[in-house]
């Protein structure tokens, strides 16, 4: 089965929106430290290209959870494959996913970092499929809302394929 890329988010639009997203986090969190938690694996050229616009002191730290399902779609079920590597008690933590669909990754996270002393948790993510949602979520940092659309590229796959694509686009499944 052949694959096709349409490009949805040019890489101009993404480099722009993040600024943005960028600057209001910076203004949010001033005389803050900040401590931004990326979800591997598809978060990763989201996240380097955002911190590194953010101008209070920020560190750094991944998780990686596993969502298991088919290719295209998750199921219910999210297991921790990497903690962090540091206390996050009494800090100021935006955890920063790749895409939210059902909403059922983030919110697990988001649970689980609760528990673990926050001082207080926010969420980005660079896309967002607002039809998709099956918990209540707040998002509170969103690059885009996108249609109900398989997507690929900047960090995000199909199959671990196509993460490295500078741009964000849709993949066409042809026979
Ligand atoms: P959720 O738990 O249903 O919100 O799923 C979120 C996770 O599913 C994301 O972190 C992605 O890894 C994956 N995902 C959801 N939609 C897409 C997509 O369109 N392309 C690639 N990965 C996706
Ligand atoms: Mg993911």
Request: charged share 30%.
């Amino acid at each position: 089965m052949a694959e096709t890329i349409t490009t949805l988010i040019s890489e101009e639009e993404i480099d722009r929106r993040i600024q943005e997203l960028a600057d209001q986090i910076s203004k949010d969190y001033e005389g803050k430290e900040l401590t931004v938690v990326g979800i591997l694996k598809g978060a990763c050229l989201f996240m380097c290209e955002l911190v590194k616009r953010i101008s209070c002191p920020v560190y750094i730290d991944f998780m990686q959870a596993a969502s298991y399902g088919s290719a295209t779609e998750s199921s219910g079920t999210v297991n921790i494959k990497k903690d962090l590597d540091d206390s996050i008690e009494d800090k100021h933590v935006i955890i920063v996913e790749d895409i939210v669909d059902s909403g059922r990754t983030l919110e697990f996270l988001g649970r689980f970092l609760r528990s673990k002393g926050a001082a207080s948790i926010r969420y980005c993510t660079l896309l967002d499929k607002p039809e998709r949602r099956v918990v209540d979520l707040e998002v509170d940092y969103t690059g885009f809302e996108i249609p109900d659309k398989f997507v690929v590229g900047y960090g995000m796959d199909y199959a671990q394929k196509y993460r490295n694509l500078p741009y964000i686009g849709v993949i066409h499944f042809d026979d």
